[in-house]
């Protein structure tokens, strides 16, 4: 039995089908994908930013510059994030067939700021020892000036829901005899082989954390 929206601003009002509101659906593709977009309102004008997003239980992380405007404004307003990881080019007989596979989320919430630099520094952490493991114990220790120059933001998972598309194309049974190839591109984010910075101290090997990074 389907789940219901959580809220009204979070149920899908097309394509009905490819929505969820399955937290565990909604958390994968959250873990999935770091990059996010945020769109807020900036002194009246609607802004949408991209920024590194990661996920602390129920709720979802981002960070940028203390003197950001948008940062600033965001901080108590209401704001959206979403999510997207593109799997597929979906070739149909037909132009207004073509789509995409793909998976999505989008989450609604009034903005909290992450106070203090102690709050601030454990979750700069857990963002680095999800994405790096162990990495953090390894790095130059973070300064007070970094992290006072460091904003962040969170929203609750609680008015979150998730699109997915994914298949063949869905031509109508009228468009199927027409002679033109239908299907699905592929497309996967691959990680290379991890680049050395050209000044790094002699004797350092690779870390395991940088040859197992991949994108899900």
């Known amino acids: 039995m389907p789940q219901p929206a959580p809220s009204p ?33 900036v002194d009246g004008f609607p802004v ?14 981002w960070h940028g510059s203390s003197a950001s405007r948008m940062q600033k404004r965001a901080s108590g307003a209401q704001v959206c994030l979403t999510v997207t990881l593109l799997d597929g080019m979906v070739l149909a007989r037909s132009g207004l067939e073509h789509s995409v596979n793909y998976r999505s989320v989008m989450v609604f919430g009034e903005a909290d700021l992450v106070e203090g630099a102690e709050a601030k520094e454990a979750h700069l952490r857990r963002m ?9 114990e390894a790095l130059r220790p973070i300064t007070a000036q970094e992290l006072k120059a460091t904003r962040i933001l969170s929203l609750p998972l609680s008015e979150a829901s998730a699109k997915i598309s994914a298949g063949p194309p869905s031509d109508p049974p009228e468009d199927r005899p027409w002679p033109v190839w239908a299907g699905v591109i592929p497309i996967r984010l691959t990680v290379g ?17 940088a040859r197992d990074y991949r994108i899900r």
């Open 9 to 41: 601003r979070t149920r899908a009002r097309r394509l009905h089908d490819k929505a969820t509101y399955d937290r565990a659906v909604i958390d994968a593709i959250l873990d999935a994908m770091p990059v996010a977009h945020v769109g807020h309102i």
């Open 48 to 61: 949408v930013t991209p920024t590194l997003q990661w996920r602390e239980g129920d709720r979802i992380y």
């Open 193 to 209: 082989e991890p680049e050395p910075a050209s000044d790094l101290a002699p004797g350092l090997l690779t870390p395991e954390h």
């Open 128 to 136: 680095m020892e999800q994405m790096f493991p162990g990495r953090w």
